[in-house]
């Protein structure tokens, strides 16, 4: 990047949700300029003319992309491809001198026997596993500045991950036994059109699905979870569905290790997350909704103590789409080239 020049940017998978929902982030960022958009099947046509609130934005045509088409044309590559797709265009970008920032699960995990276990997938690419550091930017924030490929984290880990790291490296929660209940809007899924997420099936409904440990996040929570406990964590994971376009909202319970207050409790949270933008602690009886964060990249926060159960109960909300993608995804960028944190992030949710 030339100083005084905005960082030329791609966005590889703009026709997705969590692509377009970067290109809007990064359309207004103010040391960034998007340079090249891929969209292999829709190629040739505006990014406008899939979503019309993108009209009488600068943007360049979408366009079928190869990694080396990027080589003087971008100095970070955001992939926000589906599963499985990321790893086949990162080596090329990498080696053609790009930094990527990768919005799928090809290298959230540093275990390749847990990839291809619940991803049903071979992974190719097991060296770039470990040198891609984890970008959930509140606790990986120092590595993510020095990286040159940042595995972004989802909605869903983003949500659980958060609230319930510091509890568990303070020792006040078991190991064991965790359970997260968690309920996501439908653009969670993607934009790839399925029968369960078609109107009709979804509109006045609510249902779980992925359970009984089968969902390809679990592995990914744990291995953070157990990064914090310093042992091995071990979650049950339960994701629902609600009939809204985003947001997510998590309840999570742990056992208690030792009596404490709830006043206790809440200071582990607020004493850990002091200084960090985008994490807000709520105190007084508040608790986490989804209007108070969708359409902002906050995680909110708060914890309860069920003393006659000897449980800790955990509430986190989000905006799937912006902290559990895309609001990430430029928050980390954010690190990587040493701007503030919240550059492009100035963003307020949505009151109604």
């Known amino acids: 990047m030339t100083a005084g020049k905005p960082l030329p940017v791609a966005v590889v998978g703009a026709s997705g949700y969590s692509g377009a929902e970067l290109v809007r982030l990064l359309a207004r960022h103010p040391l960034a300029r998007i340079t090249a958009l891929g969209a292999n099947s829709e190629a040739g046509k505006p990014l406008s003319a899939l979503y019309p609130a993108l009209r009488g934005l600068d943007l360049p045509l979408l366009e079928k992309l190869e990694p080396g088409d990027l080589a003087g044309r971008a100095d970070v590559a955001f992939l926000a491809l589906p599963h499985t797709e990321s790893m086949k ?16 699960g090809d290298f959230r995990l540093a275990d390749k ?3 291809e276990a619940f991803y049903k997938h071979p992974h190719t690419e097991p060296g770039l ?3 891609a550091v984890y970008g959930l930017c509140e606790l990986h924030g120092v590595k993510v500045a020095g990286a040159r490929l940042v595995a972004n984290p989802g909605c869903y880990t983003t949500t659980s ?7 568990l490296k303070a020792g006040w929660i078991q190991p064991q036994g965790i359970v997260i209940d968690a309920k996501s809007g439908v653009t969670g899924a993607g934009r790839k059109l399925s029968a369960g997420t078609q109107f009709c099936e979804v509109d006045g409904n609510f249902s779980a699905y992925r359970v009984a440990g089968a969902h390809q996040h679990i592995p990914e929570i744990e291995q953070e979870l157990s990064a914090a406990a310093g042992q091995a964590v071990t979650v049950t994971f339960t994701p629902h569905l609600l009939p809204i376009n985003r947001g997510i909202l998590a309840t999570s319970y742990g056992m208690m290790v030792k009596p404490g207050t709830e006043e206790a409790l809440q200071a582990c949270l607020a004493d850990f997350y002091r200084g960090k933008p985008f994490a807000r602690v709520l105190k007084g009886g508040e608790l986490p909704t989804l209007r108070a ?15 006659r159960a000897g449980r800790a109960i955990v509430f986190s909300a989000t905006d799937n789409l912006i902290k559990g993608a895309a609001g990430q995804a430029v928050q980390n960028l954010n690190l990587m080239m040493g701007w503030p944190e919240t550059a492009g992030l100035d963003l307020i949710a949505q009151p109604v």
């Not at 991950?161 to 509890?167: Q, V």
């Not at 964060?293 to 003393?307: C, H, P, R, T």
């Open 89 to 104: 265009s990162a080596p090329g970008l990498l080696a053609a001198g790009l930094k990527v920032i990768d919005l799928s």
């Open 293 to 307: 964060v969708v359409g902002s990249n906050l995680i909110e926060m708060a914890v309860k103590l069920d003393a």
């Open 129 to 131: 596993l470990a040198e």
């Open 161 to 167: 991950i958060l609230p319930l790291y510091p509890l």
């Open 113 to 115: 026997a847990q990839y």
